[in-house]
């Protein structure tokens, strides 16, 4: 796997590493150093449709914010994508962050609070997600995640709608807040 100190590169550097690493074949990364260098997010972001990545430890990436956020679009269509490791105080997922991540199966999301819309849109192969501390949930957050058969979401108070429409393999929600759920389903 391609490990990437990024500590003493300035930004355009960084990114032309990452984007080298993954074009000669190191197909599992492990940043280090300041998020700000790796370009991550918005849509010319700089893992957004990289059809090789299958692994992203961002455990030693610093600098993500008061409120820790991993960017909007950060990993959009990465179909090869299968695991990704965010730090333990992650708080919040951008908008479609994971969207179109067809071999997504592991995230730790232990510490977050917040999902914005689209955020697994389409993780086809999704199929349990804990969400301990998720408090807000945007919609259609797990739309069209087809695999996905457990939703623990113990916390949640707010729900946007159409979070689970095409969710067929879905067989259980477990939460404690009241919620329209038809809504949710979009039934």
């Known amino acids: 796997s391609g490990n990437i100190d990024m500590t003493s590169m300035t930004a355009d550097e960084a990114q ?7 074009a000669t074949g190191f197909t599992e990364l492990k940043l280090t150093g300041e998020l700000s260098k790796i370009g991550m997010g918005g849509n010319w972001g700089t893992f957004i449709n990289n059809k090789k990545i299958t692994k ?9 914010g008061a409120t820790p956020t991993l960017p909007e679009l950060a990993f959009k ?7 990704v490791t965010l730090p333990d105080d992650m708080k919040v997922i951008g908008g479609s962050a ?3 991540c067809t071999a997504l199966t592991t995230v730790n999301l232990s510490q977050v609070t917040w999902i914005n819309l689209n955020a697994f849109y389409e993780c086809t192969s999704l199929e349990m997600l804990i969400l301990d501390n998720v408090t807000e949930i945007g919609r259609e957050v797990f739309y069209g995640c087809t695999s996905l058969k457990t939703l623990k979401i113990p916390k949640c108070t707010r729900f946007g709608n159409y979070i689970v ?3 067929k393999a879905l067989t259980r929600i477990e939460a404690t807040a009241t919620g329209d759920f038809l809504d949710i389903i979009g039934n």
């Open 77 to 83: 269509d990465c179909t090869a994508l299968q695991e």
């Open 98 to 100: 994971f969207s179109g």
């Open 56 to 64: 992203c430890d961002l455990t030693e990436v610093t600098g993500w």
């Open 16 to 22: 032309t590493t990452i984007l080298a690493a993954l």
């Open 165 to 167: 429409t095409g969710c």
